[in-house]
């Protein structure tokens, strides 16, 4: 077998494909009031909690799934899904690492997270959330020094109260679309941070997501607050196993910077794209949000996005504190059939907001990428400006690419530019580099990876030697 | 160590090189002058394996049929391009480029590929020799440079990559005395009785400073008279036109 | 509104004299309309511009009844001097006049009783109330190898006495092959609060050049739309040009189907608002085979209560390699209460084209306004003369030297 083939034998069998053998304990089938109960009640919620998911859950009754989005999909029944489902040792939860189940520290080794030394190596505290149930919490202590909380959110809800209620949907409301709302409903865990006044958190925080039992919607919910002064870098990265059913991932993400506070939020995301004839393969509809709601405040998403077999989400800042400033870098990579509806929106409300964005596309196989964003500079928002470019590379004719943003400029203090550019890698490009000894897969990938440097360079120095990879592993066997 | 037996390219039917011969020994320098339009930049173009002509006849290198060979295999093996107009890739870090084209020729030859920091000793040393600004070596490929700085860019990759073959190609127009200069002192370095050098050039004056074995002008893609160096004096006095 | 529409209907039918097979088509498109009546911002198309609320805040109750039956004074004092020109006027909704004076007769022919076929803008609810009450669709043709010697210019013309009107108009043309037209749309409205419902359709066949120059410059209060679709042929051109400044509300959307190879098309516009005024241009290039082209600028400066909005998308089929589209979208507001909207689009689905857009707003830069001063001139001044740049540069794209020169002449520029 020569290289080519290998690589192409190598990408048939993706690379955390696999997955454990734990028996699960499961909700119901199905979405009802029950259901929800169920789900309260296992994890020991207050009434507060489930009364939150109960509304939501009213509201999404009267929510029609929206059908304005490019990438369609088929109907889910929703009726059929678990809405829960949390591996049965869990039950008693391990108070360390060591008593977690072998077979999930075995799994995380498989994806390259082994937990304990990888975490101390890279100064990282890691949130691993495995389904639906964090399990494991590490680097704890030191952060609890500095009254950085960084924790699961049902043990959020159990031990800090207070702030849960007081944060916990006020970016994303229960009466937000229909995802969010279904969410808002049914979410499950997800992590849960709070930086106190003048803090700068010392580590960066990272969370892994899986989605591992069958036939499993996954509903996370993050809540980051970032109090006055302060200042966090947290990382989520995605990997999940092979599945020919097709998953249906919906999280909310919300972020809150009060006064000076910054917050940094990165994603790799490398979820099961499904295979090259577009079978299987997840459904990633996440709502992010983030509201600079003190002055001088700042909130920067950075996400690689090269799986999922359809992505659809707009990591966005509500820009309400005066001088608060909002970034967006973006590189979405589909391949195959892959489909991605992505980009972001930018609300400016405060005066002196700032706001960037940087999306970079790329597009080859039979796939279809948009941006989507929105540039909303409020008559309020006096001397606020909006940079946004955004780049698209097609290999082939037989992918697309689509650029849709939207731009409303209702003061006349505020500058909105924007550019939007659609190239290919030119063949004397490609020459130039096999001239100098690459393989056109090589060349290819560095070409790429040069075009999505400005985005690349967003990203925390351990994400971004790991995305870099992703890149090019990608585009594998895109180019003839 | 280049051998092109009756080499003919046409492109879309126009004709550029007709029945092209030429043998090149290792250790020799070769100039080929020619004014524009006469197939010199087809010439260079083929040998590097760029695609979209039709071609006939035979090119062996080392006795390896040329035309088997993609672009990259060529470069493995030890063929060095000098582009006349070095391309401009955005994003791209000059230095990561080189390191990794460097790394995919020594692992094709079975040698070991340098890490990072061999490799920075290596290029911080070459680009002294060269008078290259190390500043530049983390900036976008070629991109900002200016004609000089990409021409001697060029350079650099190729005494980076230790070519046995390495094809100027013009290398030495828009170039200033100091960059001339500086061009030139790089080919000598690099000059040894293994590795050979094919320098097109429209002008004399790159002459001067690297002195070829043989000389061959070309005319509507045809040698016409092969010589020393003396030919491309007597070429500068008499110009093309009158040359026949 | 359904029921005065229907009554509205039946009046215009019993008085004029319609085929029965032209009154069941006119009936289907009412039924059609009414369907989805006029378009709201839930449709992607509206988003910046609600038409219902807008005729429902500017106009009222609409009446669809215009009498036919007797023809128009014709105020010659609305033609335009020294440019010799053809004509065709249009009052209150009727065709009064085709006059091709400066031209070989046998060169052009005028059908007035064509059938419109429904294209692409199929599911355009006003195309319907177009097709239900347009009273006579014209056709022309410019035969083969023909350039028209002088510029045609439709005048676009209410008496004053109509109000709270619905018009409608409908011209097709056709350009065969190697010929030429330069169409000059002049809005010259006495009337108030009325809708003016105008579609245009152009066959450019290979070789053809089209040239429009839509202007909209004296102050009226009404409410327009205009839509032209444009079919190109191989090697065809067409130069679109847009004054946008005189009526309360207007929307132009442009459709153009590059479908011949090495066909190019043109639009340029300017918005020059105020006082409440709100314009709209959406233009959808579609770039169907190899070898296409498209350029756009669309420029605005928009003062008090005034809002424009530009949707620009780019259609490149799978097909159309090597496609060059361009568009770019230029804003200067220049009060608190103006506001600019675009949606500048890309649709892609082949990889070795060029397409970019390109889109900026804000305020006069200041530090312009500072250099201008430091060289003797006022505020004043020096705003107007960084406007009048800002505005040049499409005006200089027109290429026909007698229109820029006209159009120029009308708003004023200096060079």
């Keep these: 077998m020569d290289k080519r083939e290998k690589d192409i034998e190598k990408l048939k069998d993706y690379k955390y494909g696999f997955s454990t053998d734990i028996e699960n304990i499961r909700a119901p089938r199905g979405l009802n009031e029950d259901v929800i109960k169920f789900i309260s009640n296992i994890k020991k919620e207050p009434k507060w909690m489930l009364d939150f998911r109960l509304k939501a859950f009213e509201r999404f009754k009267q929510l029609k799934e929206p059908d304005w989005q490019k990438p369609k999909y088929p109907k889910i029944d929703y009726q059929d899904l678990y809405y829960y489902s949390a591996p049965k040792s869990m039950n008693d939860k391990p108070k360390s690492l060591d008593e977690l189940d072998p077979k999930l520290l075995e799994t995380y080794k498989k994806l390259g997270i082994p937990l304990q030394e990888q975490a101390r190596l890279n100064g990282i505290a890691v949130d691993a959330v495995f389904d639906s149930v964090s399990v494991a919490t590490t680097f704890k202590d030191e952060l609890t020094k500095q009254g950085i909380i960084f924790c699961s959110m049902s043990e959020a809800i159990q031990k800090h109260p207070d702030l849960v209620k007081k944060y916990l949907g006020t970016v994303i409301p229960t009466t937000d679309h229909f995802f969010a709302t279904l969410n808002s409903a049914v979410f499950t865990d997800g992590s849960f941070v709070y930086i106190p006044e003048g803090i700068k958190c010392p580590m960066e925080l990272s969370t892994y997501f899986r989605i591992n039992a069958s036939e499993t919607g996954q509903f996370e919910r993050t809540l980051i607050i970032a109090d006055k002064g302060s200042y966090v870098s947290y990382l989520e990265g995605c990997t999940a196993p092979m599945r020919d059913e097709n998953q249906l991932h919906a999280a909310n993400v919300e972020l809150i910077a009060l006064d000076d506070a910054e917050i940094k939020y990165s994603t790799v995301q490398n979820w099961y794209p499904g295979d090259e004839n577009g079978k299987g393969g997840i459904y990633n509809f996440v709502t992010k949000r983030g509201l600079c709601k003190g002055k001088n405040s700042k909130i920067s998403w950075t996400q690689v996005e090269t799986g999922s077999a359809i992505t659809w989400k707009y990591p966005s800042c509500i820009l309400k504190g005066d001088n608060s400033i909002g970034e967006f870098y973006s590189i979405a990579i589909t391949n195959n059939h892959q489909k991605a509806d992505t980009g972001t929106k930018m609300i400016h409300l405060g005066k002196n907001t700032k706001s960037k964005i940087i999306s970079k596309g790329i597009s080859a196989g039979f796939s279809d990428m948009t941006y989507r964003g929105l540039v909303d500079i409020n008559s309020k928002a006096k001397n606020s400006s909006n940079y946004t470019q955004c780049d698209s590379l097609l290999m082939g004719n037989k992918c697309g690419a689509h650029t849709v943003p939207y731009i409303k400029n209702k003061n006349f203090d505020s500058n909105i530019a924007h550019e939007a550019t659609t190239s290919k890698i030119s063949e004397e490009q490609l020459h130039y580099c096999q001239q100098r000894g690459l393989n056109s897969e090589e060349a290819v990938g560095l070409i790429v990876n040069g075009f999505c440097k400005e985005v690349l360079q967003q990203l925390p120095m351990e994400f971004a030697v790991e995305a870099q990879k992703l890149v090019g592993i990608s585009l594998e066997g895109s180019v003839g | 160590m280049l051998k092109i037996n009756n080499l003919s390219a046409n492109i879309e039917d126009k004709s550029i090189l007709k029945d092209f011969s030429l043998n090149i020994n290792p250790g020799e320098v070769h100039a080929i002058m020619g004014p524009n339009g006469s197939g010199k930049s087809t010439l260079s173009n083929i040998l590097s394996g760029k695609k979209g002509y039709e071609i006939s006849g035979e090119v062996l290198f080392e006795n390896n049929n040329l035309f088997e060979l993609e672009t990259e295999e060529r470069a493995h093996k030890g063929i060095f391009l000098a582009f006349q107009y070095p391309l401009e890739i955005p994003g791209v870090n000059t230095n990561i480029f080189l390191k990794t084209s460097l790394n995919a020729i020594r692992k094709a030859k079975g040698e070991k590929e340098l890490d990072a920091i061999e490799f920075l000793k290596l290029v911080k040393e070459k680009a002294r020799e060269l008078k290259f600004d190390e500043e530049k070596l983390n900036r976008q490929l070629n991109v900002g440079f200016s004609g000089g700085e990409k021409k001697k860019n060029e350079i650099l990759q190729m005494s980076m990559l230790s070519p046995k073959l390495s094809i100027l190609d013009e290398t030495d127009s828009g170039l200033d005395i100091d960059a001339l200069k500086v061009v030139s002192d790089g080919v000598n370095t690099l000059r040894s009785k293994d590795n050979s050098f094919l320098i097109i050039t429209h002008y004399q004056r790159l002459l001067d400073y690297i002195k070829p074995d043989f000389v061959h002008v070309l005319m509507n893609g045809k040698i016409i008279k092969s010589g020393g160096p003396e030919l491309a004096l007597e070429l500068e006095k008499k110009g093309y036109e009158n040359f026949n | ?415």
């Design chain 3, 1 to 415: 509104m359904t029921e005065q529409i229907k009554t509205d209907f039946e009046k215009i039918v019993k008085a004029s004299a319609f085929s029965e097979k032209d009154v069941e088509l006119k009936k289907m498109h009412l039924n059609k309309f009414l369907k989805t009546g006029f378009p709201t911002r839930k449709l992607e198309n509206w988003k910046f511009s609600d038409l219902s609320q807008i005729i429902k805040k500017n106009i009222g109750e609409l009446s669809f009844y215009n009498d036919y039956s007797f023809p128009n004074k014709i105020d010659t004092s609305i033609f335009v001097e020294g440019l010799e020109h053809n004509k065709i006027v249009f009052i209150n909704g009727r065709v009064e006049k085709v006059d091709f004076t400066h031209e070989d007769h046998d060169k052009i022919e005028i059908n007035d009783d064509f059938k419109f076929v429904n294209r692409s803008e199929d599911n355009n609810s006003l195309l319907s109330l177009n097709n239900a009450f347009t009273n006579k669709c014209y056709k022309i043709t410019v035969k083969k190898n023909y350039s028209l010697k002088k510029p045609l210019v439709v005048y676009h013309s209410t008496s004053n006495k109509i109000t709270s009107r619905n018009i409608n108009l409908k011209l097709e043309f056709q350009l065969e092959q190697n010929s030429s037209l330069r169409l000059i749309d002049l809005f010259n409205d006495r009337a108030e609060n009325n809708f003016i419902n105008i579609f245009y359709n152009f066959d450019l066949k290979e070789n053809a050049i089209l040239k429009n120059y839509k202007i909209d410059k004296v102050q009226n209060k009404n409410i327009r739309y205009s839509y032209n679709n444009i079919e190109q042929d191989d090697n065809s051109v067409s130069e679109t040009f847009i004054l946008s400044s005189g009526s309360n509300f207007s929307k132009n959307e442009i459709n153009c189907n590059l479908k011949g190879e090495y066909s190019s098309a043109f639009v340029n516009g300017i918005f020059s608002l105020n006082d409440g005024q709100h314009h709209e241009v959406r233009t959808i290039i579609n770039h169907l085979v190899e070898n296409t082209k498209s350029y756009q600028l669309i420029k605005s400066v928009l003062g008090k209560n005034s809002k424009s909005a530009y949707q620009g998308k780019i259609f490149v089929d799978s097909k159309a390699q090597k496609t060059d589209g361009y568009q770019l979208s230029k804003a200067i507001l220049l009060d608190e209460t103006s506001e600019f909207n675009a949606k500048p689009e890309l649709e892609i689905y082949a990889d070795d084209v060029k397409c970019s857009h390109g889109s900026a707003s804000g305020s006069l830069d200041e530090n312009s306004i500072f250099y201008l001063m430091s060289r003797g001139l006022n505020y004043q001044q020096s705003k107007e003369l960084l406007i009048n740049g800002f505005l040049l540069d499409v005006v200089e794209k027109i290429t026909d030297t007698e229109i820029k020169n006209l159009v120029k002449n009308m708003i004023g520029l200096k060079e």
